[in-house]
T-cell receptor
Framework: KQEVTQIPAALSVPEGENLVLNCSFTDSAIYNLQWFRQDPGKGLTSLLLIQSSQREQTSGRLNASLDKSSGRSTLYIAASQPGDSATYLCAVMGNNNDMRFGAGTRLTVKP | NAGVMQNPRHLVRRRGQEARLRCSPMKGHSHVYWYRQLPEEGLKFMVYLQKENIIDESGMPKERFSAEFPKEGPSILRIQQVVRGDSAAYFC???????????????FGPGTRLTVT
């Protein structure tokens, strides 16, 4: 059974700092991995999707990497801003179309 | 193209009542997924449906919960005789095809927050 773990559970950084969020999964037989952002009381916003054959994806200040063999993904946020404050969720899609989520990392960027 | 729509956004029910949560997928999407997010926990898969078919309900509680996705109309997640432990955010997602080349992705709705009093 696929298990997804995100570390750290919470992170507080000053504005402008670069940071890395970590995601690990136990079963490397995945179809893709997706990073989401969730704001309090709101739905999910998809940030980046990495197919199993890809190593990384970039969008603006965000870069996500995937090492399928070791069961790890990282989300790198450059030059963090207070508006980046949210919970970041990692989700892996298995080959039988099931998606499993981590518990998330709650990020606070202080002005 | 409107995104995935869920209604109501907030639902309050007393213990023992029924809760009906609706999800309208994105236009052109025929696959719907329901997830539950309990307080302080991650999202957990509940059920995966195509039109008129339940494909995978491995995450659904065995009792009181049911889901459908009829030929016409939205997908419905139904919770009978709700209990306090059912209080959670319920998210729906849709996708165009289960595996659409290499670009498969689920699009999420804003969620329905159920509070059982």
């Amino acid at each position: 059974k696929q298990e997804v773990t995100q570390i750290p559970a919470a992170l507080s950084v000053p504005e402008g700092e670069n940071l890395v969020l970590n995601c690990s999964f136990t079963d490397s037989a995945i179809y893709n991995l997706q990073w989401f952002r969730q704001d309090p009381g709101k739905g999910l916003t998809s940030l980046l999707l990495i197919q199993s054959s890809q190593r990384e994806q970039t969008s603006g200040r965000l870069n996500a990497s995937l090492d399928k063999s070791s069961g790890r993904s990282t989300l790198y946020i450059a030059a963090s801003q207070p508006g980046d404050s949210a919970t970041y969720l990692c989700a892996v899609m298995g080959n039988n179309n099931d998606m499993r989520f981590g518990a998330g990392t709650r990020l606070t960027v202080k002005p | 193209n409107a995104g995935v729509m869920q209604n109501p956004r907030h639902l309050v029910r007393r213990r023992g009542q029924e809760a009906r949560l609706r999800c309208s997928p994105m236009k052109g999407h025929s696959h719907v997924y329901w997830y539950r997010q309990l307080p302080e926990e991650g999202l957990k898969f509940m059920v995966y449906l195509q039109k008129e078919n339940i494909i995978d309900e491995s995450g659904m509680p065995k009792e009181r919960f049911s889901a459908e996705f009829p030929k016409e109309g939205p997908s419905i997640l139904r919770i009978q005789q709700v209990v306090r432990g059912d209080s959670a955010a319920y998210f729906c997602a849709s996708s165009p095809l289960a595996f659409s080349g290499s670009l498969y992705e689920q699009y999420f709705g804003p969620g329905t927050r159920l509070t059982v009093t």
